[in-house]
T-cell receptor, first 117, second 109 residues
Framework: GAVVSQHPSRVICKSGTSVKIECRSL??????MFWYRQFPKQSLMLMAT?????????EQGVEKDKFLINHASLTLSTLTVTSAHPEDSSFYIC?????????????FGDGTRLSIL | GQNIDQPTEMTATEGAIVQINCTYQ??????LFWYQQHAGEAPTFLSY??LDGLEEKGRFSSFLSRSKGYSYLLLKELQMKDSASYLC??????????WGAGTKLIIKP
């Protein structure tokens, strides 16, 4: 089955640090990947849609200069949280869209728990 | 606007059956997903329905009626490990997932 790898699984760092999260589709090419954020006891919220070779599309209220997305290849998208602050502490999850016949088309990584001290 | 509705919380007994309902209104439809999520973990895929009808997979089944904008997830022979949040999500015309708030399922012995 389709596998999406997300790394790192957990990050603890000081306020002001920039953190990069990687999302890789291991056995399929993903022209589209999605980045979600989930605060405790809340549902997943779409932050942005990442398209290979073009600029990401951000949802309303998500700062594109703070959450930098790079989708440089068909198997890798990265989310960089720049100058992270405690309010950015959350669970970040990526998913990759697998097109073509058969099976379910959205595959999730295992998530990254970001804690900013 | 786009809207996914599911109950906030349900309680059931170990060994019993529980049905979690989901109704939706979205711009376009490219399938409905059910995910299981334990606290602090990423969602785990349970089912994907794109055509009307019932999909059965072991103890879990999912039903879809596109004309009614309605789905349910049926869990049989409940086990304590089934205690989790169950998320209903619809893929819209842009292939983005629109999420429900999740149903917290509590299993009692």
């Amino acid at each position: 089955g389709a596998v999406v790898s997300q790394h790192p699984s957990r990050v603890i760092c000081k306020s002001g640090t920039s953190v990069k999260i990687e999302c890789r589709s291991l056995d399929f090419q993903a022209t589209t990947m999605f980045w979600y954020r989930q605060f405790p006891k809340q549902s997943l919220m779409l932050m942005a849609t990442s398209n290979e070779g073009s600029k990401a599309t951000y949802e309303q209220g998500v700062e594109k200069d703070k959450f930098l997305i790079n989708h440089a290849s068909l198997t890798l998208s990265t989310l960089t949280v720049t100058s992270a602050h405690p309010e950015d502490s959350s669970f970040y999850i990526c998913s990759a869209l697998k097109t073509g016949r058969g099976g379910q088309p959205q595959h999730f990584g295992d998530g990254t728990r970001l804690s900013i001290l | 606007g786009q809207n996914i509705d599911q109950p906030t919380e349900m309680t059931a007994t170990e060994g019993a059956i529980v049905q979690i309902n989901c109704t939706y209104q979205t711009s376009g439809f490219n399938g409905l997903f059910w995910y299981q999520q334990h606290a602090g973990e990423a969602p785990t895929f349970l089912s994907y329905n794109v055509l009307d009808g019932l999909e059965e997979k072991g103890r879990f089944s999912s039903f879809l009626s596109r004309s009614k904008g309605y789905s349910y997830l049926l869990l049989k022979e409940l086990q304590m490990k089934d205690s989790a949040s169950y998320l209903c999500a619809v893929m819209d015309s842009n292939y983005q997932l629109i999420w429900g708030a999740g149903t917290k399922l509590i299993i009692k012995p």
